[in-house]
């Protein structure tokens, strides 16, 4: 149940102050990481490719570019602003609320006695539930990556992403290890 607050004007955190959160966080994240995908691409098929891996990423860069053109280091990167525009959403809106509503609960002393705790537990449910949304949207950009005939097509992200759902049987991406770390605990346990 939350304290009355001395000190806080608790008034003042409404949907439009988490929303204002939410798009910022989303702005800000989908720029930051749409603008660094060439060199994802790139760290990406280094992984891939191992005559690329010994090459560096300057080598592999230009390597790239020779055979392929400059255009496909733009590759995945409409799945790279959608995911991480969702979880930059998702991690900052979600923070802010997690936040206020951990300090409204333990009260004006309470929340500042334990503010790395209640920061760090508004972190980690926020990022939690952030990775939830992002990791659909990275696992298809690393599949339009990884697969030539996925990169050639000319495609937005819903049909990549449709595309990489029907071929894991329509599993949602971020919860098909749930079920694998379930079974591994169970056989673990005493």
């Not at 733009?74 to 969702?86: D, I």
Request: aromatic share 12%; glycine share 10%; with cysteine.
């Amino acid at each position: 149940m939350a304290v009355k607050s001395a000190v806080y004007d608790y008034s003042l955190y409404t949907p439009d102050y988490y929303l204002k959160g939410f798009l910022a966080g989303g702005v800000c994240c989908s720029v930051t990481h749409g603008g660094a995908t060439p060199i994802d691409f790139v760290k990406t098929r280094m992984q891939l490719v191992p005559e690329l891996g010994s090459k560096g990423l300057l080598g592999a860069t230009r390597e790239i570019i020779a055979s392929e053109g400059a255009g496909a280091l733009t590759t995945g990167m409409s799945a790279t602003a959608a995911a991480y525009a969702l979880q930059g959403s998702f991690k900052f809106g979600g923070f802010e609320f997690f936040k206020v509503n951990l300090a409204q609960a333990y009260g004006d002393q309470g929340a500042w006695d334990n503010r790395f705790l209640l920061n760090s537990i508004a972190a980690a449910c926020a990022e939690f539930i952030a990775d939830i949304f992002l990791s659909p949207l990275d696992s298809t950009r690393i599949r339009q990556v990884s697969d030539a005939e996925m990169a050639s097509m000319s495609m937005g992200i819903y049909i990549a992403f449709m595309i990489f759902l029907r071929a894991r049987d329509g599993r949602y991406p971020s919860l098909m290890g749930w079920s694998q770390m379930h079974r591994l605990a169970l056989e673990a346990a005493p």
